[in-house]
């Protein structure tokens, strides 16, 4: 395929686009699109671009790669799915005015050409460079620089995977009903006779069925109706293995990825009694697979009441320019503060430096924390030190430069962070203050922190009215949030975290647009 050149369309308005313009109410982003896409994908931009494809010296020249990432960033911004990207451009005047293809009876390039080109960017890392392109443009077009020493803000949301979540006994039917429907059509069938077929031939009739517990139609309510079931479905188990190596289907990446989702299931909610008695696993798994079309979907909590089942989404903030610089995907079930390697990979490839970070406690234990340079200043509510009646941790005094711990009574002890401090029981003993110190007759115990700096000087700085004023600033990372769940709903679009990622780029891209539409060029400010 020969290698896209630059796409040049009109900069000016004709006639009939300044009529379509004027009758855009809502929806500006289609107008400040047609008024500055030479700007957002200049030439050099799409060079970049046009290094994703191949350069060769025959073949037809594809499609502008920068025609294609508008509809990428409509699509994010309207919710289209594939085919109604392509109905708009022939049937709404507003996609055809920012797409130069106005009026055409044919949309610009087909739906593989987009799915292809979506690939292509996940591919190559291409995504993030469009979020840095808004960032590079609202400096150029607001003449105010965004960047260097950022004062920026973290937080997430939770975000529902698309994948259906199961019970055990579904998730094993499930993986088995998609190995049938592989074999069936390996043998030339139609995908429901022939799951049908395959599935009486394997002795597991019920595997034809859309829902493995509705085809086994037993009372629930009955405690041996499970343990029936599991007896039904783990020796469909091991039947439908026979019947792929027999029909000789098990080199099939479809038929393995199936049967060994199948396997997983088994190992992580199925034991084994003494008495070779099968039943459910108590508690839940580590790492449970909770979804047999997302491998990555899981479960999580992002509060003791708010169960997630998916992924979390991450989101920084610039507080000054309120722009989006760094986005992150993580599994529901992973702890905040393991998305800073994605934050930071985003920051380093801008060359941007964090000056201020204001952070909920989920992300304390985070390496943009605990590795982070000296001059950062972290803005967080410290974690709450209770110990009933008595003596909480703040009541001692810490000399961080001499590593010594200082009860109320005066006693000092030696202390190193990460550990914990044990005072004499003696000593203990014979305080004046033991009642409102502790009861333990081996005298009190002190743990501290490994970043136990950090924490005092936050608890400290909450007693102050600028700290408390200095922390209410990140609620301009929440109302990002909220923008970006408005353009993305609550249920991930895509499988997979990568492609997840994408889809929160482009939204990132969005909201950034947003952002640049709502500030005042630089002719303005002077005027």
Known sequence: ???????????????????????????????????????????????????????????????????????????????????????????????????????????????????????????????????????????????????????????????????????????????????????ARQQGWGLAEGTRVLAERAGTPELAASSLKAALDLDWDDPAALQHALGVVLGAVGRVEGLAAELGGSQDPAVARGLAAARQIQEQDIVVGADGIAGLGQGVARDRRISIEDPQMRHGRKTKSVRIDGYKRHVLCDLDTELVCAVGVTAANVAEAEVATQITADLQAQDLTLGELDIDRAYLSSSLVRDRDPDLQVFCKAFPVRNGPRFAKPAFTLDFDQGLLTCPNSVTVPFTPGARVQFPAAVCQACPLRAQCTTSIRGRSVQIHPDERLLAELRAAQQTPHRRAKLRERVKVEHTLAHVGRWQGRRARYIGDRKNLFDLRRVAVVHNLHVIARQPSPAKQAA
């Open 1 to 183: 395929m020969v290698r896209p050149g630059v796409w040049q369309p009109p900069v000016a308005c004709s006639r009939l686009e300044r009529e379509v313009i004027k009758r855009i109410k809502r929806a500006k982003l289609f107008v400040w699109l047609r008024e500055h896409r030479h700007e957002l994908f200049d030439e050099d931009f799409q060079g970049e671009l046009a290094g994703m494809y191949q350069d060769k010296p025959v073949g037809q020249p594809p499609v502008p790669p920068a025609q294609l990432g508008l509809a990428t960033i409509l699509q994010a911004y309207t919710g289209a799915s594939d085919d109604e990207v392509l109905e708009a451009l022939v049937m709404d005047r507003r996609w055809q005015l920012v797409l130069d293809c106005m009026d055409h009876a044919q949309a610009p390039f087909s739906k593989t050409t987009l799915v292809t080109f979506r690939a292509r960017l996940i591919e190559h890392g291409l995504d993030r460079r469009l979020v840095e392109r808004t960032v590079a443009l609202y400096g150029q077009l607001t003449g105010r620089v965004a960047g260097g020493k950022l004062r920026a803000a973290l937080d997430s949301s939770p975000w529902g995977g698309p994948g259906r979540v199961e019970d055990t006994i579904n998730l094993l039917g499930h993986a088995l009903r998609k190995v049938v429907g592989v074999l």
